[in-house]
T-cell receptor, first 109, second 118 residues
Framework: GQNIDQPTEMTATEGAIVQINCTYQTSGFNGLFWYQQHAGEAPTFLSY????GLEEKGRFSSFLSRSKGYSYLLLKELQMKDSASYLCAVGGAGNMLTFGGGTRLMVKP | GAVVSQHPSRVICKSGTSVKIECRSLDFQATTMFWYRQFPKQSLMLMATSNEGSKATYEQGVEKDKFLINHASLTLSTLTVTSAHPEDSSFYICSARPPTGGWQETQYFGPGTRLLVL
């Protein structure tokens, strides 16, 4: 079966750092994706990890540990525009993506 | 980057009518497209995988006779919600993946179609 867990909501302060965790138990694994989704809009791609370790891309970084079934998305120097939902997704067979429930991040001044 | 469009962006219809949603990959050919449904404050749920020139693959619990998928060309997939009811009101999103490259080639999502059934 597929099970992907992430916190439902998080709140952080502008300029701070926030880490959004994702744990997964899936029957197949072809990498882990993070997407950002603003309300009423389609998701936009943030990062992809298939090997263990940290991938850094500007203010956003993503980490993967395949043995632990664990990933996190790290957002630095938070800005108000970072308020959005962040979706963790696992790639499976047939190019399918299975999404977690999403984490709604609210950035406060 | 790759662009995927959807039409219409928003539709309001009466209960019992059918609604067609188009998904187009504008600058690449996609042999596979995916259709998702997203209810308010929930994540994306895969409904079906649309395969060009063959039948779609539906996820468990999704009625294939109610959600008709046609992938007639390498750049167009359509989802028809037949005899729509208020509980079908949702945000429908398609995605497509360029055929070249490995898993690092992410899926590109359309802007979504918001369906409201009265």
């Amino acid at each position: 079966g597929q099970n992907i867990d992430q916190p439902t909501e998080m709140t952080a302060t502008e300029g701070a750092i926030v880490q959004i965790n994702c744990t997964y138990q899936t029957s197949g694994f072809n990498g882990l994706f993070w997407y950002q989704q603003h309300a009423g809009e389609a998701p936009t791609f943030l990062s992809y990890n298939v090997l263990d370790g940290l991938e850094e891309k500007g203010r956003f970084s993503s980490f993967l540990s395949r043995s632990k079934g664990y990933s996190y998305l790290l957002l630095k120097e938070l800005q108000m525009k970072d308020s959005a939902s962040y979706l963790c997704a696992v790639g499976g067979a047939g190019n399918m993506l299975t999404f977690g429930g999403g984490t709604r991040l609210m950035v406060k001044p | 980057g790759a662009v995927v469009s959807q039409h219409p962006s928003r539709v309001i219809c009466k209960s019992g009518t059918s609604v067609k949603i188009e998904c187009r990959s504008l600058d690449f050919q996609a042999t596979t497209m995916f259709w998702y449904r997203q209810f308010p404050k929930q994540s994306l749920m895969l409904m079906a995988t649309s395969n060009e020139g063959s039948k779609a693959t539906y996820e468990q619990g999704v009625e294939k006779d109610k959600f008709l998928i046609n992938h007639a060309s390498l750049t167009l997939s359509t989802l028809t919600v037949t005899s729509a009811h208020p509980e079908d009101s949702s945000f429908y999103i398609c995605s497509a993946r360029p055929p070249t490259g490995g898993w690092q080639e992410t899926q590109y999502f359309g802007p979504g179609t918001r369906l409201l059934v009265l």
